[in-house]
């Protein structure tokens, strides 16, 4: 089972994850992406960006 990087908490992902899904750690809350499927491999999920309607 994969660890979260901010808090080190057990985070529950389903056997079809794909590459680049959003999940959120039961523990602290944070946005983790999905960067490996095979082994199942978690990172922060990169800052959304205001783009000031540009």
Known sequence: MPKCPECDAD?????????????ACPDCGAELEVTETSPLAL????????????
């Open 11 to 23: 985070v529950t992902v389903g056997g079809d994850a794909v590459k680049g899904e959003i999940v």
């Open 43 to 54: 990172a922060l999920a990169p800052e959304e960006e205001e783009d000031w309607g540009e």
